[in-house]
Nanobody, 123 residues
């Protein structure tokens, strides 16, 4: 059974960079779309970026355009979220999620989730 584990979170100063990783076990991600979501305190979970099985990435949040990128390694079992020019409003718990279909901006469409990792942007 597919399982997802996030890593790479932590504390970073405004303007800094952070790279999150989502590692799959039990299966490869070849037939899955993988999305990154985030949830700040008191706010609903929102989609950030999603990597389709064949058609590349899909941007969900305009606020991260040009700053965040999503990629998958050659082995096909890890998806990365590169975050540059970080802002305090990027502070949230970040989750990766997978579904055996195309990308969706609706978090409820994803059935497989990682445990979530904290990203804090503060000076």
């Amino acid at each position: 059974q597919l399982q997802l584990v996030e890593s790479g979170g932590g504390l970073v100063e405004p303007g800094g960079s952070l790279r999150l990783s989502c590692a799959a076990s039990g299966s490869t991600l070849d037939r899955y779309a993988v999305g990154w979501f985030r949830q700040a305190p008191g706010k609903e979970r929102e989609g950030v970026l999603c990597l389709n099985r064949r058609d590349g990435s899909t941007n969900y949040a305009d606020s991260v355009k040009g700053r965040f990128t999503i990629s998958k390694d050659n082995a096909g079992n890890t998806v990365h979220l590169q975050m540059n020019s970080l802002k305090p409003e990027d502070t949230a718990v970040y989750y990766c999620a997978a579904r055996p279909y195309w990308c969706s901006a609706t978090s409820a469409d994803f059935g497989l989730w990682g445990q979530g990792i904290q990203v804090t942007v503060s000076s």
